[in-house]
T-cell receptor, first 118, second 111 residues
Framework: AQKITQTQPGMFVQEKEAVTLDCTYD???????LFWYKQPSSGEMIFLIY??????QNATEGRYSLNFQKARKSANLVISASQLGDSAMYFC???????????????FGKGTHLIIQP | DAMVIQNPRYQVTQFGKPVTLSCSQT?????MYWYQQKSSQAPKLLFH???????NEADTPDNFQSRRPNTSFCFLDIRSPGLGDAAMYLC??????????FGQGTRLTVV
């Protein structure tokens, strides 16, 4: 079973509109972390936002916010006032069992290709 | 300034000819990761170092090896590249469990 599911392979959004990118996850751990990354065509993975499983408030970073619904196991990324430069691939990722220490790598979803139209 | 630097950005190698990709970091992070990302796919973890301790993913082919001579540098060695190894290779570092910083990646072509 997939641990990270992104159901939107591609999205077209008008510039200046808000956009929500969906992400659901599957884990039996109580402690885990959720990440969103942006990957432009150049290939670099750009960190956007992080949410810990014990964080009670939704994370926000500038125009990015994470809509964390723990019971539903969803961690949707919301981009407000989209810009042409937001066009890229967006990946949701999870690190499990982080409270136990260790250094496990991230498990990524398949990504959503977001295109912002003028 | 770039904190995780991968060299080269683009690498072309011949089928079967050993190739080494490098990653360096200025963050002094104790953990370094290597991911493989094939075209239109999600990144897949190959292995990571926690300090000097090497951790291999169960399904990483033996063809892939890694070295970490010091905190700052980590290398990915592909002993006999095949056409199926053509991909973007991403290096990442972290010191806490709430972060992971990536380099710009090395795009490997096998001819």
């Amino acid at each position: 079973a997939q641990k990270i599911t992104q159901t939107q392979p591609g999205m077209f959004v008008q510039e200046k509109e808000a956009v929500t990118l969906d992400c659901t996850y599957d884990t039996s751990d109580q402690s885990y972390g959720l990440f969103w990354y942006k990957q432009p065509s150049s290939g670099e993975m750009i960190f956007l936002i992080y949410q810990g499983s014990y964080d009670e408030q939704n994370a926000t970073e500038g125009r990015y916010s994470l809509n964390f619904q723990k019971a539903r196991k969803s961690a949707n990324l919301v981009i407000s006032a989209s810009q042409l430069g937001d066009s890229a691939m967006y990946f949701c990722a999870m690190r499990e069992d982080y409270s136990g220490g260790g250094a496990d790598g991230l498990t990524f979803g398949k990504g959503t290709h977001l295109i912002i139209q003028p | 300034d770039a904190m995780v630097i991968q060299n080269p950005r683009y690498q072309v190698t011949q089928f079967g000819k050993p190739v080494t990709l490098s990653c360096s970091q200025t963050l002094n992070h104790n953990v370094m990761y290597w991911y493989q990302q094939k075209s239109s796919q999600a990144p897949k973890l190959l292995f990571h170092y926690y300090d000097k301790d090497f951790n291999n993913e169960a399904d990483t082919p033996d063809n892939f090896q890694s070295r970490r001579p010091n905190t700052s540098f980590c290398f990915l060695d592909i002993r006999s590249p095949g056409l199926g190894d053509a991909a973007m290779y991403l290096c990442a570092t972290s010191s806490t469990l709430t972060e992971a910083f990536f380099g710009q990646g090395t795009r490997l072509t096998v001819v």
